[in-house]
């Protein structure tokens, strides 16, 4: 898993509350059996004009010319609720996406960014919408910097600060999904599985 640490990048306001991971990535979107191509589907609901097409809606965020290399959301309260589809966090790591800004997530969907490399970041709704506007100005320009190790956005000509649980931060910033973390402490269960041993030889 890619390690976070610095990141700085363009960032798109989809300033929507309740964003569900239907419209993240709908049902019908999910035909394939591995991760790849999940991208093409990201938001399939409101970045194409029909359906079953790929023509592009230019009225969407992401379809705009300023906005094409976006590494970053920004959204509203609630994002990634519904369905606990991990297919939703795929989508937008292939798209690119490395953060989503919000004031709030879905606490399944938010663990499964965690496990995929990509950072659920909170922010309240006040500070999300200031950064928000700065960013609309000039989008190219206006980028965005996260620094996760210090715990800081740097957006609007200041610094935001937010809260990570420290569990979270280490498989972002070591790079480490579940069964890496679990294998950082190796040592640990290969000693309790010999004292195992020589307590219950029978169960071995």
Known sequence: MEKFLQHCGVAAPILRGNVDTDAIIPSREMKRV???GLGEGLFAGWRYLEQDGREL????ILNQPAYENTTILLSGANFGCGSSREHAVWALAEFGIRAVIAPGFGAIFANNCVR???LPLELDDAAVREIATWV???PALHQITIDLPAQQIHAAGK???????P????????????IALTQTRWELIQAFH????QLRPWLY
């Open 116 to 118: 995929n490399g990509l």
């Open 167 to 178: 569990a979270a931060k280490r498989m972002l910033v070591e790079g480490l999904d579940a």
């Open 34 to 36: 591995s991760k790849l």
């Open 136 to 138: 609309e100005r000039d």
């Open 159 to 165: 610094d935001y600060g937010f809260a990570i649980e």
């Open 57 to 60: 809606n230019p009225d969407f």
């Open 194 to 197: 010999e004292q195992r041993r």
